[in-house]
């Protein structure tokens, strides 16, 4: 507790290391080769080139890491709403990721790819306490012109590198980003996803909300749950492609909209690629 205090003291005063000073170098998720003619399941291949460490092994339906063994689980075809609750690793991959900035997918209701996640897994990955992701946690910021904005990031798994990388590269663009930080929403927060018993992807800082006025979000836009609505984004194209290219989804392409939220899951770039999403 009293390190989880010290943590958000120092997170408010601006005294976490800068992720650029970290041992990590920045992936491009996009154009990290692949297999051309793979022998693997495109999970498990996802899992491993995703996260270092990792290992996967699926003649007996398992991954390790750190120690640990977690069941892949299978993917009997429940319905998404179903899964939501509490996916296997499996199922989390049940629906691929769309490359594409194309937004007409998510007018299917419950088509969320990314919105399904395995707390077990990501409790390993990055902390299971809200003390043990804080102490974790490197700073990453994005500047431009007379804009900036600070966000926190896990330094497990590089993933403040990757995310310090992707906001260097979006404030290359152009000045059309500036106003998607001129008021943001925060990144490191563990806390239940509104509405649920779900921990949000907040908690193991692995999550980020820019502008949250552009953003839009179907809770605040009087969307229920399996009809969130219409959703008109407001975030450029290149701004999206940059967070995916260093490992983020978006959530601007799911039915259940979230276009101020991005989150750390390379795996489901990779497999999105590898199955031709
Ligand atoms: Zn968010």
């Not at 170098?25 to 996009?30: I, N, P, T, V, Y």
């Not at 990955?125 to 896990?154: C, I, M, N, P, Q």
């Not at 605040?220 to 290219?245: D, F, H, I, K």
Request: proline share 5%; glycine share 10%; hydrophobic share 45%.
């Amino acid at each position: 507790m009293l390190r989880s205090k010290l943590a958000a003291l120092s997170l408010a005063l601006g005294l976490m290391p800068p992720a650029s000073m970290a041992d990590c170098l920045a992936r491009d998720f996009l154009a990290l080769p692949l297999p051309a003619a793979p022998e693997r399941p495109a999970i498990a291949l996802a899992l491993e080139l995703a996260y270092e460490g990792l290992a996967v092994d699926e003649a007996a339906g398992v991954l390790t890491y750190n120690g640990q063994t977690f069941a892949l689980g299978e993917d009997p075809g429940r319905t998404p709403q179903e899964r939501l609750a509490d996916p296997s690793i499996a199922e989390t991959f049940a629906q691929v990721y769309p490359l594409a900035f194309d937004l007409g997918a998510r007018a299917q209701p419950w088509f969320d790819p990314g919105r399904a996640r395995s707390d077990a897994l990501f409790k390993a990955l990055y902390g299971a306490s809200e003390a043990e992701v804080a102490a974790s946690l490197k700073r990453a910021d994005f500047r431009r012109g007379t804009t900036a904005a600070r966000f926190s990031a896990s330094s497990r798994q590089c993933v403040a590198t990757q995310l310090q990388a992707a906001l260097d590269a979006i404030a290359a663009e152009g000045p059309e980003v500036e106003k998607v930080f001129a008021e943001v929403g925060g990144s490191f927060n563990w806390r239940k996803i509104a509405g649920t018993s779900r921990l949000s992807a907040h908690s193991f800082g692995i999550a980020v909300d820019f502008n949250t006025a552009l953003g839009g979000y179907w809770r605040w836009s009087g969307g229920t749950e399996g009809n969130a609505g219409n959703y008109r984004n407001q975030y450029p194209e290149a701004l999206v492609r940059q967070m995916e290219r260093y490992g983020f989804i978006w959530g601007g392409k799911w039915h259940h909209f979230d276009g101020m939220h991005f989150e750390y899951r390379p795996e489901l770039i990779l497999h999105a690629r590898l199955v031709g999403g």
